[in-house]
């Protein structure tokens, strides 16, 4: 039998009972937490939505998921990561491994080139031999320029060659695809500052962000994969991975709500075009299944 996706486990709920029943409220906070709203943020929303239902009245399975939707908006995001022409751009890309982290750069590599932009690809996890053949490869279909120096070299070394690169074009956007060993986090964290340290002294001023990437379909691990990332370098924008119908996608709720991270990007697939602006109102949509 197959898995219900989330929207559909919400329809399932609206089938079954009607919000009248005492269990109603109870079950849609269950439902909601295991669409990987964190179970804080799952019970004050529905708090507050059975006390919208109940002064106002409202009834009938549209009326309450668009009431729901209201509630879930202010903490999903959107941010457009615009770099500036004729200038030195750098965006340092993390994520632990696992998440799409090196496909999401060639997504976005892809992306920003036929917007026009120079872009350059830094290979700048120097301890995984296959994420550097995995850029190159990606530079090498894509015809973009991947920056690369031996294994187990300084990663900082390899993004302060690629953004002097890119000036000697005069200027573009430098992509600097990162290690993610979560499992030594202070070995992690130091590596980390060292590279943004390099990072933001090589950009131009204003023209550096950091962009963590998250699989849809990890739940809570995202949140705290996101806390640890953003205490160590404070991220600017996230990449959303793997959402597809079997991803429930409420971990960026919890994010935005915990962390107030902004999304850049969501990933549906594979292939190079497989990638979007984040767009809030569709997110919640697809996420309830009102849309």
Do not use: W
């Not at 919000?19 to 708090?47: H, M, N, Q, S, Y």
């Not at 202010?74 to 750098?90: I, M, W």
């Not at 000697?168 to 202070?186: P, S």
């Amino acid at each position: 039998m197959a898995k219900l996706s989330f929207s559909e486990k919400i329809k399932s709920l609206f089938g079954r009972r009607t919000p009248e029943d005492e269990e109603f409220f109870e079950e849609l906070t269950d439902t909601l937490i295991e669409g990987d709203v964190g179970a804080k943020l799952a019970v004050e929303l529905v708090d507050s939505l059975q006390e919208k239902c109940r002064a106002e009245k409202i009834s009938g399975s549209s009326a309450i998921l668009a009431e729901l939707e209201k509630l879930c908006l202010p903490y999903v995001k959107a941010c457009e990561l615009s770099p500036e022409p004729g200038k030195v751009n750098v965006y340092m890309v993390l994520g632990v491994n696992g998440v799409g982290k090196t496909t999401s750069v060639a997504k976005m590599a892809r992306l920003y080139s036929d917007r026009g932009q120079h872009v350059v690809m830094s290979a700048s996890d120097t301890f995984r031999a296959a994420a550097v053949d995995q850029i190159a490869m990606h530079g090498e279909r894509l015809g973009i320029r991947v920056v690369r120096h031996q294994m187990g070299s300084d990663p900082s070394a390899v993004v302060f060659d690629a953004a002097d690169s890119c000036r000697a074009e005069g200027g573009g956007l430098v992509l600097a695809d990162t290690a993610g060993r979560l499992h030594n986090k202070e070995n992690l964290v130091n590596e980390l500052k060292k590279i943004d340290r390099v990072a933001r002294s090589k950009a131009d001023e204003g023209c550096y962000k950091k962009i963590l990437v998250i699989d849809a379909t990890t739940g809570q691990n995202a949140l705290r994969q996101a806390e640890v990332f953003n205490e160590a370098v404070a991220v600017d924008a996230l990449v959303l991975t793997k959402y597809d119908s079997t991803a429930k996608g409420g971990c960026v709720i919890t994010i935005g709500r915990e962390l107030g991270i902004p999304v850049a990007f969501v990933c549906t697939g594979e292939h190079y075009e497989d990638i979007a602006q984040m767009n809030p109102s569709r997110y919640i949509q697809d996420f309830l299944g009102t849309a």
